[in-house]
């Protein structure tokens, strides 16, 4: 076991998103904003299992 996930700052998480599912992808959490908070994220998983995070920029 290497690490948690990693992050990956992005332009459109939900566009990211899209793209992630039409290439046949994981997405386990779907665009959307952070519980109390504004800031837009989503996770996907990568082919090993590991997640990768989305934070749209501001």
Do not use: N, S, W
């Not at 332009?11 to 959307?32: F, L, M, S, W």
């Amino acid at each position: 076991m290497g690490f948690g996930h990693l992050a990956v700052a992005v332009e459109d998480t939900y566009a990211a998103c899209d793209k992630i599912k039409a290439q046949g992808g994981t997405v386990v959490r779907e665009a959307g904003p952070m519980k109390h908070g504004t800031t837009v994220i989503a996770f996907v998983t990568d082919p090993d299992g590991y997640k990768i995070e989305f934070i749209q920029k501001k």
